[in-house]
């Protein structure tokens, strides 16, 4: 059995864990063959982010309801607006519960083994503190304190288990692992999912004919080139509208921006060798595109008139001190194109070729692209 320890940066990057790689990693738990882990300052961390950026969202609607009532006494309007209040009101009162009941839900559904707080822990983070041990990046850097008590949990986990996997998008939690001799580090889930031994677990989770037929869809992806890129200058879109991108040369004040419009994907990629598998019939291929966006941000009134070439900016008024702005950029994606056929369809013994690639052109596809790989290149 392969026992894992995902850090909070790797729920938050998929909250509802309705990705592939999360999908495959609760096939796993589910059937026993990964134990998840989870320390008490993942789990709070993870409930205290999600409580509190499902708050924000809800405090916009109230806003934006309570600025309808100031600006009409047209009736219907203001009935609307007064229920949206309403029920804001109600939703606000629930998060946390609602929000903690749908996780708990996941951990019992997939077996996932809570990790307390140990009453040496403290004392051991408090010397790593003052020393300057891993997972702390310097002595008395306050902002590594989550981190030092979830390093605790994995020095217990490997102690109880002699080899742990730790998946974690933060560098110094990241690094500590990746120099631990009885860990093994990884950036993103897909990483971890992408192992031989999860990889050979999801094929033992498929019938013989399924794995059979999977190994054949994957043979054939090949030639549906043409239809895998359609697919994804279809899902695209979806995938990184409202994204926020960051770069040194967007000249915002924190040199970054919001994904507005998404063009077509071009100098497309497909990673035909390095194809996964989810189980269930799903499999993904990875990809590289570049995709050209326009992007929207804020920028300092003073800052755009003091640009040597301002032309390609869009600008409009934002509020006294900024303009609001628009500005076309080249953006490096990478991600994963998902096909989920499924098992009922693939546990037919007489598929011809032919069958499998109607099976490939009707299956179900989404585009997840990893943030992190997200890049805007200087010109």
Not at 7 to 21: L, V
Not at 233 to 256: K, M, Q, S, W
Not at 298 to 313: C, T, V, W
Not at 337 to 365: F, K
């Amino acid at each position: 059995m392969e026992h894992v320890l995902i850090d909070t940066s790797i729920y938050r990057a998929d909250p509802k864990r309705s990705k592939p790689a999360f999908r495959a990693l609760s096939r796993l738990a589910r059937a026993g063959s990964v134990q998840i882990h989870i320390p008490k300052y993942v789990r709070e961390e993870f409930l205290s982010q999600q409580s509190y950026a499902i708050g924000k969202q809800t405090a916009a609607i109230r806003a934006a309801a309570d600025a309808i009532l100031r600006s009409t006494s047209e009736a219907n309007l203001r009935t609307y607006a007064e229920n949206t209040v309403q029920m804001i009101a109600k939703i606000e009162q629930g998060v946390r519960e609602w929000t903690t009941n749908e996780f708990q839900a996941w951990i019992t559904e997939c077996r996932v083994r809570e990790y307390p707080i140990q009453p040496d822990h403290g004392q051991r983070v408090t010397e790593a503190y003052f020393g300057g041990v891993a997972p702390f990046r310097a002595p008395k850097h306050r902002d590594d304190f989550p981190d030092a008590f979830i390093w605790q949990a994995a020095l217990d986990l490997v102690q109880e288990h002699g080899e742990l996997s730790v998946v974690s998008a933060d560098g110094g939690l990241r690094d500590a692992a990746d120099k631990h001799a009885d860990m093994l580090a990884y950036k993103t889930l897909d990483e971890f999912i992408q192992t031989g031994a999860c990889q050979d677990a999801l094929d033992d989770l498929s019938p013989e004919i399924v794995a059979e037929n999977v190994e054949r869809v994957k043979a054939l992806l090949p030639s549906a080139k043409d239809q895998l890129v359609h697919r994804l200058a279809i899902g695209i879109v979806n995938a990184l509208a409202g994204r926020t991108v960051r770069h040194p040369a967007i000249p915002d004040d924190n040199n970054e921006a919001t994904i507005l419009m998404v063009g077509e994907p071009e100098r497309v990629d497909l990673g035909f060798d390095q194809i996964d598998e989810y189980g269930d019939g799903e499999v993904g291929v990875p990809f590289k595109a570049n995709v050209d966006c326009t992007l929207n941000y804020a920028i300092y009134k003073a800052d755009y008139y003091a640009l040597n070439d301002a032309e390609d900016i869009s600008i409009g008024e934002r509020n006294r001190h900024y303009f609001d702005a628009e500005q076309d950029y080249s953006i490096t994606v990478e991600g994963t194109i998902s096909i989920s056929i499924g098992t009922e369809e693939l546990g037919n013994d007489r598929l011809s070729d032919e069958d499998l690639e109607d099976l490939i052109n009707d299956a179900d596809y989404s585009i997840d692209v990893d943030e992190t790989t997200v890049s805007v290149p200087y010109w």
